[in-house]
């Protein structure tokens, strides 16, 4: 007797199969991060403040397991999906549940003795800001265009809307977000990606994903490909010498810009954003050529 195959078995059986999005799973996501950057921290000349980093990663892992979002309204996604934009733009979708996620977090960190002082008082700044004001900095950081006076604090603000865009992101299918053009931003939430990073295991073994800097989804993009400008030519690599090239700048010579690519086969414990952050040696080294980094790390504000 013939048996019809179900959409899931058919695709079990096509080897050539591999998921095009992969949505976040929080919990897991800041906990190998946190892990990973703690990893890092051994003999990095940012010991101090991949620690403080990775204290921060936990405490969006607890806040990640009881946010209450809002589920993204079905016209919103019907009308992305029908003219191929990402489904929720970040700075049009601000959800205001973020400002407790951002008290959550301030109430982790602020008291810990790794604290400097002069952020301690920063932070404390941030706390008593009103509702309008901690929104204008949280369409800034979105924006990317920060005030002096907001560079201390922004890690802190991406790291808020991250716990929140991350879970609006978990709880889509991976078959409703769109392909969108450009394909160098994240067709969920419209942010650039902060390096792309080479899986293993599973179905997305050996693809190449751009990972989101504020909802944490990934969305393949061939290896031939600038993940900027979408170039086909004039693709290199660099990394450190001597290093593991477990993270290496890919380098474009239409837009002239690098992104780095975190390389799971050469160490299957790498982490798109904690090993971006890991590695600011090789930024330092890429600051010396004629390629401009593409794109920030949401947790390392710089002036
Ligand atoms: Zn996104
Ligand atoms: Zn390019």
């Given amino acids: 007797m013939q048996r019809i195959l179900q959409p899931g078995e058919i695709e079990a059986l096509d080897h050539t199969h591999f998921p095009r999005i992969r949505l976040p799973q929080p919990q897991s996501l800041f906990a190998e991060r946190a892990a990973r950057l703690l990893q890092l921290a051994e003999g990095n000349p940012i010991a101090d403040y991949l620690r403080l980093m990775a204290r921060l990663v936990q405490a969006q892992q607890k806040a990640a397991a009881t946010v209450q979002t809002a589920p993204l309204e079905a016209e919103t996604l019907a009308r992305s999906q029908a003219h191929s934009m990402p489904l929720m733009p970040a700075a049009d979708h601000l959800d205001p549940v973020w400002r407790e996620v951002l008290t959550a977090l301030l109430d982790a960190i602020q008291p810990l003795p790794e604290v400097p002082p002069a952020l ?32 201390s604090t922004a890690p802190f603000v991406a790291a808020a809307l991250q716990v929140v865009f991350a879970d609006r992101a978990s709880r889509l299918s991976a078959g409703a977000v769109p392909y969108t053009d450009p394909a160098s931003i994240c067709p969920v939430c419209a942010a650039p990606p902060v390096t792309s990073v080479l899986r293993i295991g599973g179905t997305a073994a050996g693809h190449r994903y751009l990972h989101c800097g504020v909802c944490c989804t990934e969305w393949h993009m061939v290896r031939v490909k600038c993940s900027h400008c ?32 975190v390389n799971q086969e050469k160490d299957p414990l790498a982490e798109p954003l904690a090993d971006d952050l890991g590695t600011l040696l090789l930024d330092l080294l890429m ?17």
């Fill in 287 to 303: 600051g010396e050529t004629e390629f401009d980094r593409a794109s920030a790390n949401p947790l390392l504000a710089l002036a």
């Fill in 230 to 261: 979408e170039s086909t030519e004039g693709i290199r690599y660099q990394g450190v010498d001597g290093a593991k090239p477990v993270v290496q700048a890919e380098t474009c010579t239409q837009c002239h810009t690098y992104r780095k690519l």
């Fill in 120 to 151: 301690c008082e920063a932070l404390a700044a941030l706390r008593q800001h009103s509702p309008e004001a901690q929104d204008a900095l949280a369409l800034r950081v979105l924006g990317g265009d920060l005030q002096p006076g907001d560079i």
